[in-house]
């Protein structure tokens, strides 16, 4: 792994409702940072090695990906 992605999620002291939608709260805000820590997408990239022409080619790929996003409509 890049770095460590060691976070935690806590509700607010003042928070209403029940004990079950309290956890819902909970594990939705754990989703959203487990998924922008990216943990998962490095575990999928090191399934199998990846080649230097591989590496080009995303690279490639990524930058066309960005051109297209920042174009002017």
Do not use: H, W, Y
């Not at 509700?11 to 990216?38: A, M, P, R, V, Y």
């Not at 999928?44 to 930058?63: H, I, L, N, Q």
């Amino acid at each position: 792994m890049k770095n460590k992605c060691n976070f935690s999620v806590r509700l607010k002291k003042n928070t209403k409702g029940s004990i079950e939608e309290q956890n819902s709260k909970l594990i939705k805000i754990f989703n959203k940072k487990f998924k922008k820590s990216g943990i998962l997408k490095e575990l999928r990239d090191k399934r199998f090695p990846v080649t230097r022409g591989m590496k080009k080619r995303a690279k490639k790929k990524a930058g066309k990906r960005r051109a297209e996003k920042n174009k002017p409509i």
